[in-house]
């Protein structure tokens, strides 16, 4: 398991110091989120920009994911009390989440 650290495409966001809080930050949450120390970086391109155009496909009622946990995985449903949109891209390619009421803590996905 491990955290991506996505780079942002202006100029401002890519100063050394910049980048290190958010990875102080992107490593604090991850160790909180997983219970354990992340064993690599990941750091990959992204473009960040959100098309002018997005399809509402509904309430995000709940979200499943699968964490490692040491050499054991493990399987886990959270339902959303606030849920998020689930909107795509017009072509169908790229899924966003957008809104709710939800935070990231050690006992998962909560809210």
């Known amino acids: 398991m ?6 942002a495409t202006d100029a401002a966001s890519r100063s050394p110091e ?14 909180t989120f997983a219970g ?14 959100i098309p002018q155009v997005l399809v509402d496909m509904g309430a995000l009622r709940g979200v499943v994911y699968t964490k490692d946990h040491g050499k054991a995985k493990r399987t886990f449903i959270h339902f959303m009390d606030d ?11 790229q899924l966003y989440v957008l809104g709710g009421s939800y935070r990231v803590t ?3 996905i909560e809210g």
């Open 2 to 7: 491990s955290y991506i650290y996505e780079t």
């Open 18 to 31: 910049h980048r290190e809080l958010h990875l102080a930050h992107a490593r604090r949450r991850f160790e």
């Open 36 to 49: 354990f120390a992340a064993p690599r970086l990941a750091i990959r391109r992204i473009d960040r920009t």
């Open 83 to 93: 849920p998020p949109r689930l909107l795509c891209d017009a072509r169908g390619r």
């Open 106 to 108: 050690r006992r998962g």
